[in-house]
C-alpha cells in the first residue's frame, strides 16, 4: 500500500459522496438518484454502483490540487448501490420457495443469545442447529421416497385395480405387463429410486452454482482485528462474510446423506425380504453388509456436521477437497450398489401394505423435538449468562432485556422450521395419494404419522385464529388511544374525524410487528405439543385417528373426523396454494418482487447450518460496500455518508463493521426506517444487540437515525449522545407531512409509512449534519 500524506482542503474542495443503499423490494438507479440518465461506476448486472451522467468524473483529480475535476462546491456525489438482482432477479428465484424450511432453520443458528465466543454453550449450539438442518435434509428426501418408492412404486404399482387407473405404471404392474422385468417388487423400487437421487442432484447442484456466485465472493482482506471488549461482534471479523469452506463441507454432507436416505429407503424393504424364513442366505448376508455399509456412512455424515463450525477469525481459502468430493461419491457408490441388490431376482417377492416409512418418519420427529428442547436448555443457559456477568443497565444487560423470548427465539425458530418440513411433507405425500386413489379404496396411503400430523393442524389454526383475534383487539384499544396522540402532534382539536382515524389506525397497525415474538412462541410451542400428540398417537395405536377412536363416544369419533378430513383438506390446500404461487411468481414480476421481499429479509445471514438454503446475498453486497468505501475513501480522503434505507440499514452497518478502524472514522451513518434494533436487534442480539451497535457508534464518525411512528419495520436504535457523538435517534418523524391543506401541501398528504423517508425536509438536514461534523484533515493515499 502507498505512502499515506494528510492533504488539507477548503471545506468548498473536499471530495463529499453520499452512498445510498436501498432497502427490501429493490429499487431502480433511476429512481434512487433522481434522474433519468445513470451510467455505470463499478459492478455487473447482478450489482453494482450508479452515479448520475454528470457525476460521472466528479471525484476526479484535477489541475489544482485542491479541488476536483466536477467540484461541487462541497456538495455530496450521490451514488447509488443496486443490489436487488441477488434477491429478486429472474423467475428462477420463486423455486426457492420450496427450501423456506432450510432458510428458516438457518436463521435459528444466528438466533442464539450474546455470550463470549468459543465458549462450549456457543459451540454447542451451532451444533445443534446443524443436526436439525441435516434433520431436514433426510425428513424431505424421506418425503420424496415415500412419493416415489412407496405410493407409487410399491403400492400403486403393486396393485391392479390402481395400475389400470393410471396407463403410465403398466410396465411397472404385474399384471398390466403379464409379469414382465419391471415388474417385480425391487425393480420397481430401483427405478423409482431416480427420482429422491434426482432431486438430491437438483438441491446439490443449485447449492454448487450458488456457492461458486456468492460464498466465493472474496471479502476486503484487512487481517485479524481485536476481540476483546463487551462491544465486539463477529460481523467484524475478516471471514465473516465468506464461508466457503464450511459451506461446501455441508453440501458434501447433506448430499450425502440425501443419497444414503434413498439407499436406506430401497435397501431395507430388500433386506426385510431376505430376512424371512426360506430366504436366500446369500442376499441375506449382502443385505446385513449393505445396512452395516449404510450406517457407518450415516455416522462419517453426522461427523462432518459436527466435526467444525464457521471459521471467522480470518479469510480461510482452504477447500477440504477429499472430503468434499469422496463422501458423496462413497454415497452414490454404496445406492449404486444397493439398487443392484434390490433389482436381484426374488421369486414370490410381492408387494403388499406399505413400506416401513411409519418408523423411518417417527424416528425423524422424535430426533427433531429431541434437538428442538436441547437447543432451548443451551440457549436458557447463554441468556442467562450475561446477566450476571454484566453491569444493571449497560449494555450486556440490555442484551439480555430486548432479545426476543427471552435468548429463546433461535429454539422457537427452529420448531417453526420443522413443522415447516413436516407440513411440506405431509401435503406432497397426502396430495399424491389422493391423485392415485381417488375413490379411497385401492391403497393403504401415507404413513399413519403423516395422517395424524395432518389432523391436528386445525387446532393449530384454532389457536392462531384466536391470537389474531386478540392482537386485533389490542390494535383497536390502540387505534382508540392513538387518536388522542395524532390530535395532540398536529394540533387538530376537534379536526377530521376519518383523517386522524387513518393516521391513528396506521400507528397502531404498525405496532403490531412488535408482537412477532408472541406470534413466534405461541406457534412454535403450540407445534410442539401437538407433533408430540401426533406422535404419540400414531405410535401407541399404529392407526389413523379415525380409527383409533372407533370405540369411543360419538362425540370424540365426529371430532377425529372432523379434524382428519379437515386437516387433509387444509395440508393439501396449502400445498396447492404453496406451489400456484410460485408459479404465478415464475411468470409474474410484481409477486416475483413480493417473494424477493421475503427472501431479502430470511437470506441476509450466511448459510452457516444448512448448505440448500436460498444463498446469502449480503456475502456479495457487503463486500462490495466495503470495497467501494475504503478504496475511495483512500484515493480521494473526501467525507463518505453511507444512507441507508430499510435492509440497507442493516448491509450499511455491516459494511463498517468490515472496515478498519482508521477507516471507519471517514465515514458517516444515516439510516431510515432501519430494523437494526427493533428486528434485528431483539432477534439476533448476538449480533446486533446494544453493545454491539454502542461499539459500532463509538467506531464510525457519526450516526443518526430517522423513524416514523407509522413505520412497521423501522424503528429507533436507542443509542444515547456521548463522547463518540450526539444521540443516534431523531425525534420521530412526522407522517403525514401536514394533517390538513397547507401552503406547502396544498393537497392532503400521504401516510407515507416505510418509504420515501428522502422526502422529508429531516433527511437533507441530517444529511448536511453529518457531512459537516465530517474532520476537515482526511488522509490520502499517495500511489
Known amino acids: 500500500m502507498g505512502e499515506v500524506r494528510t492533504v488539507e482542503r477548503s471545506s468548498a474542495g473536499r471530495a ?30 447482478t450489482a453494482a454502483v450508479y452515479r448520475r451522467a454528470e457525476d460521472a468524473d466528479a471525484d476526479a483529480p484535477a489541475a489544482d490540487a485542491n479541488t476536483t475535476a ?38 435459528a443458528h444466528w438466533m442464539r443469545p450474546a455470550a463470549r465466543e468459543g465458549t462450549r454453550a456457543v459451540r454447542l449450539y451451532g451444533l445443534l442447529v446443524r443436526l436439525a438442518g441435516l434433520s431436514l435434509t433426510v425428513l424431505l428426501v424421506a418425503a420424496a421416497c415415500e412419493v416415489a418408492l412407496d405410493l407409487t412404486a410399491w403400492q400403486c404399482a403393486g396393485t391392479p385395480a390402481c395400475a389400470a387407473r393410471h396407463s403410465w405404471l403398466g410396465f411397472l404392474s404385474p399384471t398390466g405387463s403379464n409379469g414382465g422385468w419391471w415388474s417385480l417388487p425391487g425393480r420397481r423400487l430401483a427405478l423409482a429410486a431416480l427420482v429422491p437421487t434426482a432431486l438430491t442432484g437438483l438441491l446439490w447442484y443449485l447449492a454448487h452454482r450458488t456457492w461458486r456466485a456468492y460464498e466465493s465472493q472474496e471479502p476486503l482482506d484487512r487481517g485479524p482485528g481485536p476481540e476483546n471488549g463487551p462491544g465486539h461482534t463477529a460481523l467484524s471479523r475478516p471471514g465473516f462474510w465468506y464461508g466457503r469452506r464450511l459451506v461446501a463441507r455441508l453440501r458434501a454432507a447433506h448430499t450425502a446423506a440425501g443419497l444414503l436416505t434413498v439407499a436406506a429407503a430401497v435397501g431395507t424393504a430388500a433386506a426385510r425380504e431376505d430376512r424371512r424364513p426360506g430366504g436366500p442366505a446369500l442376499l441375506d448376508t449382502l443385505g446385513r453388509l449393505l445396512e452395516v455399509s449404510l450406517a457407518a456412512g450415516a455416522l462419517a455424515v453426522v461427523w462432518v456436521v459436527c466435526r467444525r463450525g464457521r471459521s471467522e477469525r480470518r479469510l480461510d481459502r482452504r477447500i477440504d477437497a477429499h472430503l468434499v468430493h469422496r463422501l458423496p461419491l462413497t454415497a452414490l457408490v454404496l445406492l449404486t450398489l444397493t439398487l443392484v441388490y434390490a433389482a436381484w431376482a426374488r421369486p414370490g417377492w410381492r408387494s403388499s401394505g406399505r413400506l416401513p416409512g411409519d418408523a423411518a418418519f ?64 405431509g401435503g406432497v405425500s397426502q396430495r399424491v395419494s389422493d391423485w392415485l386413489d381417488g375413490t379411497g379404496t385401492f391403497l393403504h396411503g401415507p404413513p399413519v404419522l403423516l395422517t395424524w400430523q395432518a389432523s391436528v393442524i386445525p387446532v393449530l389454526l384454532v389457536v392462531l385464529l384466536v391470537l389474531i383475534g386478540l392482537l386485533g383487539r389490542r390494535a383497536w384499544l390502540l387505534t382508540r388511544a392513538e387518536r388522542l396522540s395524532v390530535a395532540r402532534d398536529y394540533d387538530a382539536d376537534p379536526g377530521d374525524p376519518a383523517r386522524t382515524g387513518r393516521i391513528a389506525r396506521t400507528r397502531a397497525m404498525a405496532t403490531l410487528t412488535d408482537r412477532g415474538p408472541l406470534l413466534v412462541a405461541v406457534t412454535s410451542t403450540t407445534t410442539l405439543l401437538l407433533g408430540a400428540g401426533a406422535l404419540v398417537g400414531a405410535f401407541g395405536t399404529g392407526k389413523t385417528p379415525v380409527r383409533a377412536t372407533e370405540a369411543a363416544g360419538p362425540f370424540v369419533q365426529g371430532a377425529a373426523q372432523t379434524a382428519q378430513a379437515l386437516g387433509s383438506w387444509l395440508i393439501g390446500l396449502g400445498f396447492i396454494l404453496f406451489v400456484t404461487w410460485g408459479r404465478r411468481a415464475y411468470k409474474d414480476a410484481s409477486a416475483r418482487r413480493t417473494i424477493g421481499i421475503l427472501w431479502d429479509v430470511g437470506t441476509f445471514w450466511p448459510r452457516a447450518a444448512h448448505p440448500f438454503a436460498p ?42 463493521w468490515q472496515l478498519k478502524p482508521s477507516d471507519r472514522k471517514r465515514v458517516a451513518l444515516l439510516t431510515y426506517g432501519s430494523p437494526i434494533e427493533r428486528l434485528y436487534g431483539r432477534w439476533f442480539p448476538a449480533h446486533f444487540g446494544p453493545a454491539a451497535l454502542v461499539a459500532l457508534h463509538e467506531d464510525i464518525d457519526c450516526w443518526r437515525n430517522l423513524y416514523r411512528l407509522t413505520d412497521p419495520i423501522g424503528g429507533p436504535v436507542r443509542l444515547s449522545g456521548d463522547d463518540c457523538g450526539p444521540e443516534v435517534d431523531r425525534e420521530a418523524l412526522a407522517d403525514p407531512l401536514a394533517y390538513g391543506r397547507t401552503a406547502q401541501h396544498p393537497l392532503p398528504a ?24 465530517l474532520r476537515p484533515e482526511v488522509p490520502v493515499q499517495r500511489g
Open 16 to 45: 463529499a459522496l453520499e452512498l445510498l443503499v436501498h432497502g427490501v423490494g429493490g429499487a431502480t438507479p433511476e429512481k434512487m438518484l433522481n434522474d433519468p440518465r445513470t451510467v455505470r461506476i463499478t459492478g455487473d448486472d
Open 70 to 107: 466536477g467540484d461541487h462546491g462541497g456538495r455530496p456525489i450521490p451514488e447509488a448501490y443496486v443490489w436487488s438482482n441477488l434477491t429478486s432477479g429472474n423467475g428462477t428465484r420463486a423455486l426457492w420457495l420450496l427450501l423456506l424450511p432450510f432458510m428458516v432453520v438457518n436463521l
Open 362 to 425: 417417527g424416528g425423524i420427529a422424535l430426533a427433531q423435538g429431541a434437538l428442538v428442547i436441547a437447543l432451548a436448555v443451551v440457549a436458557h443457559v447463554l441468556h442467562r449468562g450475561p446477566k450476571g456477568a454484566s453491569a444493571p443497565g449497560g449494555p450486556e444487560a440490555a442484551d439480555a432485556g430486548r432479545s426476543a423470548l427471552r435468548g429463546l427465539g433461535g429454539p422457537a425458530v427452529a420448531m417453526l422450521a420443522c413443522a415447516l418440513g413436516g407440513v411440506m411433507s
Open 615 to 656: 444463498p446469502c446475498y449480503a456475502e456479495r453486497a457487503v463486500p462490495d460496500l466495503t470495497w467501494r468505501v475504503a478504496t475511495w475513501t483512500r484515493a480521494t480522503g473526501g467525507r463518505l455518508v453511507i444512507s441507508g434505507h430499510s435492509q440497507g440499514s442493516v448491509l450499511a452497518a455491516a459494511a463498517a
Open 750 to 773: 400521504p401516510i407515507l409509512g416505510h418509504s420515501d423517508y428522502q422526502a422529508d425536509p429531516a433527511f437533507a438536514q441530517e444529511r448536511e449534519r453529518l457531512l459537516a461534523r
